[in-house]
């Protein structure tokens, strides 16, 4: 079967055909999403990616979407699954339940990313505890349920940590509340549609204008843009949570943490890719004496992965045609120039791509 084919550390990708068998259901791929995770790894710029063990290769991807090829104990043949992409040590309580994206071991294995293989391959084969079924009703845009399903788990996250407070509204909704979002890539936008999902005021920002899509998409969701290129200029106390999604430099950390309102919430997803963060003692005072908090945020799992698919079937009929916002570009497996490119580079005012395999 043909693949893609990487060897972190080492930068470049390869297409290869390949004799792969693994336990599991067998399923045929109909399409994988690409996203800066694959773009660091083939640069060779991942630390954490690694090779399955015994094997000089790691197929790449750790988003897809395929249909069963066979009838399994769950699944029949011809249903759309996604995979769930990262699996447990094996070892620590959370893992044993199900709940690697709290692992404690820290040897949890991730498609496509660390210690097992990914998805970018004709076919995959895999245990039916780790596929979720998706509805054909949004197969033209279920690609997006897998970094979704991460800000289902942020969400879910963040709102059990502010359960140390009445945080939800006088109507018991989150109406009143006010979110900044940093960065406008697919994690930042999909978070802001997730947030105005839950009832919030969102705002999100880059250091530039909105380009064409992202307008659109801002508009009819009604989210607040705002250019950052000349600074956060709003005033102390403006927001109940900040989401930092750019993934660029430290230092907007420190711009923005004084825009937090009294008992407000940090969430940073992702890498932070460079610059270092300088927290003085009156920032750390007002820090304490707000009673602010600050969460890392990473991977969702099953439960998320379903939240995702509900939630994109809510999208599909509130915001109709946004999948042709959200799904930027589109590259058939047989053009590999053009996918060797896309897993080098994100395009100009790329928002998803995917690669179609048929």
Known sequence: MQAITVK???????????????????????????????????????????????SDYLILGHEAIGTVV?????FKKGDIVMPVNRRGCGKCLNCLVGRPDFCET???????????NGFMSEYIYDDEKYLVRVPADIKNMAILAQPLADLEKSMDEIINIQKRMIWKCNDN????RNALVIGTGTIGILFSLLLKTYGFSV????????HEKESKIFNIADIKYYNSANGYNFENNSFDLIIEASGSSA???SETMGLLKNNGIFGLFGFIRSGELSINSHMLQD???????????????????????????????????????????????SDREKI???????????????????
């Not at 820290?106 to 097992?116: C, D, L, R």
């Not at 705002?203 to 909105?210: D, H, L, P």
Request: one cysteine or more.
């Open 287 to 333: 820090f304490v004496y707000k009673s602010i908090a600050m969460v890392g945020l990473i991977n969702g799992q099953k439960p998320h992965f379903e939240m995702a698919t509900d939630h994109l079937m809510q999208w599909k009929s509130m915001y109709p045609g946004i999948e042709k916002l959200l799904i930027t570009d589109e590259i058939q497996i």
């Open 203 to 210: 705002t999100i920002a880059n250091r530039r204008y909105a």
């Open 8 to 54: 972190p550390p080492e930068a470049g990708i390869t297409f290869q055909n390949l004799n792969y068998k693994s336990n599991g259901i067998k399923i045929k791929i109909l399409e994988n999403g690409i996203c800066g995770t694959d773009r660091e790894i083939v640069k060779g710029q991942l630390n954490s990616a690694a090779l399955p063990p015994q």
């Open 106 to 116: 820290g040897n949890f294995v991730e498609a496509g990313i660390k210690g097992m």
């Open 340 to 358: 060797t490119t896309a897993l080098t580079e994100k395009s100009k005012d790329e928002i998803k791509t995917r690669i179609l395999w048929d």
């Open 173 to 176: 909704t989150f109406h009143c």
């Open 251 to 253: 230092d907007v950390i």
């Open 70 to 74: 066979e009838d399994g104990n769950i």
